[in-house]
C-alpha cells in the first residue's frame, strides 16, 4: 500500500485555500500548508482555519522570488525565513517546518546557502522537501493523473501541490478519490527521506542542497 502525503505552497489564497480546505474536511485527509510571509500579512484568517482544522502550517520564505541558495545579499536568507516564522506565530508546530524554495521543484544547491542552513539550525527548524512534484502550475487540468504515476511509484509519496488560483484546485477531489480507490492512505507526517533537517540537527545528506559559497557564511 502506498503512504501520501498532501502539502501546498504559494499561499494563503483568499479563494482558493478555503476550497482546498473544504475538500480536505470532507475526505478527512490532514496536510501541511507552507506559506509565503508576505501573503500571511492580510491573509492570515485562512491561515489560521487551516492550523483550527489540524493542518500543519510551515514556512515557505517571505517573498518566494529568489531559491535562498542563490541569495547574494549577506542577511537576505535569514531574514526571508525568519520574518515568516514571526509572522507565522502561534500557527507554527513544535517542529517548526519550513520548506525551501525550489524555482519549480527541483531539488539542488540553489535551494539553501550556507546562511540558510545556519538559520534553521540555530533556530531549531524541520527542512521539509518532497519527492513527487505533479506540476500542478503548468499542467491545471493534467496533473492528477501524473500525480497518482509519480506518488504510486513511491513508498511513501511526499507530493507538493499549490494553492493558487491557477484552476489546478478544482481536481483535488479527484486526485484524492482515485488515490484512495486505488489503496492509498494518506497520512500528515513525512517521509524521513524528505526530512534532511529536524529539530535544528542535520537528519540526512544537507550538501546536495547547499551552494557552498563563503561568502554567504556568516
Request: aromatic share 8%.
Amino acid at each position: 500500500m502506498s503512504v501520501i502525503t498532501l502539502s501546498f505552497d504559494n499561499g494563503p489564497d483568499p479563494e482558493i485555500t478555503p476550497q482546498v480546505l473544504d475538500d480536505l474536511r470532507r475526505h478527512g485527509v490532514k496536510a501541511t500548508f507552507f506559506v509565503v510571509g508576505e501573503k500571511l500579512r492580510d491573509r492570515r484568517k485562512f491561515a489560521e482555519r487551516a492550523h483550527a482544522e489540524g493542518h500543519w502550517i510551515g514556512n515557505h520564505t517571505f517573498n518566494h522570488q529568489v531559491p535562498l541558495g542563490l541569495c547574494a545579499e549577506r542577511g537576505m536568507a535569514a531574514r526571508e525565513i525568519e520574518e515568516t516564522q514571526r509572522l507565522i506565530g502561534n500557527l507554527a508546530h513544535s517542529r517548526r517546518f519550513f520548506r525551501p524554495f525550489g524555482g519549480g521543484g527541483k531539488r539542488d544547491r540553489r535551494l539553501l546557502n550556507r546562511e540558510a542552513l545556519q538559520t534553521l539550525c540555530d533556530g531549531a527548524f524541520s527542512c521539509v522537501l518532497w519527492n513527487v512534484i505533479p506540476e500542478d502550475w503548468i499542467r491545471p487540468d493534467g496533473w492528477v493523473e501524473r500525480a497518482l504515476a509519480l506518488s504510486f511509484a513511491q513508498k511513501h509519496a511526499l507530493v507538493v501541490l499549490h494553492d493558487l488560483p491557477t484552476g489546478a484546485m478544482r481536481h483535488l477531489d479527484r486526485f484524492i478519490c482515485a488515490a484512495k480507490e486505488q489503496g492509498a492512505r494518506f497520512e500528515q507526517d513525512f517521509p524521513a527521506s524528505c526530512v534532511p533537517v529536524e529539530g535544528g540537527h542535520i537528519a540526512g545528506p544537507i550538501d546536495l542542497y547547499i551552494m557552498d559559497d563563503l561568502a554567504h557564511a556568516r
